[in-house]
């Protein structure tokens, strides 16, 4: 499954930021978590049966482009995934 970082409660602002931080390394079971961002454009861009093809992270240098969202440094922004284009959004203020 391609599918965001954990939330705590079915509220945008309860991100688990330590989740999100491990984005663009192994962390779960085989899934691929992303970013709102890009959770948000495989839903808009991608049919059901897609397919996907899975690169080797060894890959030569250049080959991939580096997409992976920087680290959360801002603590007053804590439990918002900074790519949320949601109004509500502390990063759209």
């Not at 945008?12 to 961002?37: E, F, H, Q, W």
């Given at each position: 499954?391609?599918?965001?970082?954990?939330?705590?409660?079915?509220?945008?602002?309860?991100?688990?930021?330590?989740?999100?931080?491990?984005?663009?390394?192994?962390?779960?079971?085989?899934?691929?978590?992303?970013?709102?961002?890009?959770?948000?454009?495989?839903?808009?861009?991608?049919?059901?049966?897609?397919?996907?093809?899975?690169?080797?992270?060894?890959?030569?240098?250049?080959?991939?482009?580096?997409?992976?969202?920087?680290?959360?440094?801002?603590?007053?922004h804590n439990g918002w995934?900074?790519?949320?284009?949601?109004?509500?959004?502390?990063?759209?203020?």
């Open positions: 499954l391609f599918h965001s970082i954990p939330y705590n409660k079915k509220n945008a602002a309860t991100m688990s930021n330590a989740s999100y931080d491990k984005l663009g390394s192994p962390a779960s079971s085989g899934c691929i978590r992303l970013c709102v961002r890009d959770t948000k454009w495989i839903y808009d861009n991608c049919p059901i049966g897609t397919k996907v093809k899975v690169i080797d992270e060894d890959a030569p240098s250049g080959s991939i482009p580096d997409i992976i969202p920087e680290r959360i440094k801002d603590k007053a995934d900074p790519t949320d284009d949601s109004p509500d959004s502390p990063y759209n203020q």
